[in-house]
């Protein structure tokens, strides 16, 4: 886990499960999300307002999920190597607030393209959602390449948003 080490140090609960990378699956990923959070909500102590996601190419796609579908539950969310694909771009309208988002993409990455982000990116400003976005030159698909670099960013960004009303 990239994140391991970075929560120790900053005493955050990581909660990272491996979920199944099918179409019905994404469905359920909000709230199957919350349900794994609610648990371990159960049994440490936990600032409601300051839950995050973040996820990592097909992990991207159920974090944008969790992030837009279920924004009155996560503060933001940071995502690397992933984008919202046109045919999924009902989730930014049908989300219950505007959202905080992080994207980072290298500009090498062999499964999404820059096109892909920057429409990404924009349909999200389009919407109102707060977006920290950044194209890493050089950098491919590999996450444990730049986890050194994206996760202090990524945590710099989510840290600082709470949800509404906490």
């Known amino acids: 886990l990239n994140w391991t ?48 996601v973040f996820g990592y190419s097909g992990g991207g796609y159920f974090a944008y999920d969790a992030a837009l579908l279920d924004a009155n539950y996560f503060a933001a969310a940071g995502i690397f190597a992933s984008v919202i694909q046109p045919g999924y771009d009902t989730i930014v309208q049908e ?3 505007h959202t905080s988002i992080a994207i980072y993409i290298g500009d090498h990455d062999p499964y999404f393209s820059l096109d892909q982000a920057r429409r990404t990116r924009d349909l999200l400003l389009a919407a109102g959602d707060d977006v920290h976005y950044e194209e890493l030159v050089g950098v491919d698909h590999n996450y444990s390449a730049v986890a050194g670099r994206v996760n202090p960013d990524a945590w710099t960004f989510m840290s600082a948003h709470t949800l509404p009303g906490n």
């Open 5 to 52: 080490d970075f929560a120790e140090s900053h005493g955050i609960i990581l909660v990272a499960p491996t979920l199944d990378l099918s179409a019905e699956a994404e469905v359920h990923a909000p709230g199957l999300l919350r349900a794994i959070m609610d648990a371990v909500r159960a049994a440490w102590t936990v600032d409601s307002s300051r839950i995050y």
């Open 95 to 97: 989300a219950p607030r």
